[in-house]
């Protein structure tokens, strides 16, 4: 298996590792910054490219890793290679690959990437697409060289994946932002929340949250919320995400 | 250490096993249903009491889990007894306790406790606070049982701490619960999240939120921020909180 990664990021990195070590052939990455290029080449034994004239056009994957505004103009240079083209995008669709390579598709791992913490992937989801069937085959076989969870989705539920992993996520993560915010303003250290966190994630993993919902709004104690909103008078932006999310949770109880 | 517990619900019941399984005697459970009583009284092997006056006057430690609001109801009733009198609450302060027992105090165990589910009270930071040292003292023996994670907090502490609490371990399950209303409007499976959830909480585990923000909103990628609104014009609300959460990401990031 020969592949050529398009990008250097945060999603490049983690896959591109991952495949070396499965034993694939990370034949070149492509990175318009020539330095990020060698970085991710160096990690994987690659060779480094950032001019189009040098891509390898016999590779049998080309695997996409660009920002989803940047993912349309690196195609247009990738309609005369002879493998499969795929972008890792969830919120993109198949057709910007459109006349790509010997057929084109769609491996978008649901997870969340930072550069400096590894994660293991043998769990992460792939959600897979193809331009046909053969694609679709080819494309299942690449993904299961590093996951065992590969489902195949198409391009509208993959959105609606990302919006769902947006609200999971993206906005979780920036919950735990604020609180951390609320603890410093109060000299207080944000490891007194790990072990909630942690908690919190594990028993969505066995229960539906709703049926695990805690905490005063799911309890309507109007007291604890407008003693939790007086403490917020002084950050209006927090008062009114508390406000919010609060109605949210008494309206999805009742 | 014998234990007297006033509640019987998901705190007391956690705590009273916990506090069982490292041999202490839970003498007695009080719940104004007797049959909540009996439940954990069983659980136990404690004796199951609903009236007052079956309450013995002779426990090393009252631990009071009733609601926020009844807390100072059941206060009035434990004037009379010899031992350490303890709130579970984290909303509520020490002073509803003043004039109960030989001393008072709070044990708030900051953790989300569900019945179904049990929980390693090992690593759960238990916020503790008296009315003098020698009640701390004691009250500290006491969360050592359970815990190796055991800090003195404020009163006012604490309610900041039960406040970042709220918006970290509630407020997050919410969110889980809306992508997971997302993922069955379109045939999807919650499963597929499950990961992503998980690495969430792990990230937060070794790195600051802020540190570690991933998403649209954090990119300021307004087309998959209007795309995504757009895919949630049939839910106002899950949009109007879309809205204000990335909002509240570009603004912390800036």
Redesign the interface.
Known sequence: MKIVFIGSG?VATHLAIAFKAMGADIAQVWSKDSRNAELLAALSKAEPISKWEHLDLHADCYIICV???AIQDVAVQLSEVNGIVVHTAG?VSLEVLHGCGSGHGVLYP?????K??S?DLK???F?IEGDRQETLETISAIAHLLSA?V?E?SS??R???H??????????????????E??K????T?????????????????????E????????N?S??ME??LA??ADTP??Q???Q??SN??I??TQ
């Open positions: 945060n920002k989803d505004d919120a649901l997870q969340t990437f930072s400096s913490k994660v769990s992460v989801p959600c969870n489902t989705v509208e539920q959105k609606i994946l919006l769902a992993a947006v609200f999971a996520c993206n906005f979780s993560n920036h919950l735990y932002h604020i609180s951390n609320l603890l303003q109060h000299h207080l944000f490891d007194l929340l790990k072990p909630l966190i942690l908690e919190t994630a594990f028993k969505v993993q066995s229960a539906l949250p709703l695990v919902q805690t905490g005063p709004a799911v309890r104690d007291n604890t003693e939790h403490l917020l932006e927090m009114l995400i508390y919010m999310l949210s949770i309206r999805s």
